[in-house]
């Protein structure tokens, strides 16, 4: 599977103002994913980054909170905007593997705090 | 709705017993699934994954079942090690008309071993 790093690992944010997470591969994948996990909960996928065209995002969640870049196949970034506490949360990236089936690798994850 | 849920949030084994951690899933139309392992501070890591036409596969001292006919997935680990002590999610991946794809996770479950 690929190697699959993100950056910040976590950082401390004030609200109202916004965070740009990383998400870089070390090889070219068609599909990138974005997931919010809130502290004890599961994982809730935000949106598909698609290469080349605007990302779709998922019920719930909406570009102007989480816009999302995908310049190239193997790097993308998610913003989170205009922070609140509520978007304390780890957020990670996850690519789709190569084989025919639509298995997901995911990076370390980035853990937000917002104060 | 697309959901996936899980029957026991906190699993105790004895090391050396063997696990089984449940999961059941709502949308009949899932083509494939995953399960994931996470241990604090990581990211999701892939254990093991069964396509929608099988009812069984196995892997490294892991097995997992699928019935289709009552939605349910099952993850069974056998003589259960300390190393394997984390939160377990099941995921169900969706495939859309597009050939587009995603994964809607469980709420997971903790396991945790006793010496």
């Known amino acids: 599977s690929a190697v699959i790093s993100q950056k910040p690992s976590r950082d401390i944010c004030q609200r109202g103002t916004s965070l740009t997470i990383q998400c870089q591969v070390d090889?070219?994948?068609?599909?990138m994913f974005w997931y919010r996990q809130q502290p004890g909960q599961s994982l809730t996928l935000i949106a598909t980054?698609?290469?080349?065209?605007?990302?779709?995002?998922e019920s719930g969640f909406v570009i102007d909170k989480f816009p999302i870049s995908r310049p190239n196949l193997t790097f993308s970034t998610l913003t989170v905007s205009n922070m609140s506490p509520e978007d304390s949360s780890i957020y990670l990236c996850?690519?789709?593997?190569?084989?025919?089936?639509?298995?997901?690798?995911f990076g370390p994850g980035t853990r937000l705090t917002v104060l | 709705g697309e959901s996936v849920g899980l029957h026991l949030p906190t699993l105790s084994v004895q090391e050396g017993d063997n696990s089984i951690i449940n999961c059941a899933y709502s949308n009949s139309a899932s083509d494939y699934f995953i399960w994931y392992k996470q241990e604090s501070g990581k990211g999701p890591q892939f254990i093991i994954d069964i396509r929608s036409n099988m009812d069984k596969r196995q892997g490294q001292r892991v097995t997992v079942l699928l019935n289709k006919t009552v939605k349910h997935l099952s993850l069974q680990i056998a003589a259960t090690q300390p190393g394997d002590s984390a939160v377990y999610f099941c995921?169900?991946?969706?495939?859309?008309?597009?050939?587009?794809?995603?994964?809607?996770f469980g709420s997971g479950t903790r396991l945790l071993v006793r010496p």
């Open positions: 996850s690519v789709g593997g190569t084989s025919s089936y639509n298995e997901q690798f």
């Open positions: 090889s070219q994948v068609t599909m």
């Open positions: 995921a169900e991946n969706i495939t859309s008309m597009d050939s587009s794809y995603k994964l809607i």
């Open positions: 980054a698609n290469q080349g065209s605007e990302a779709t995002y």
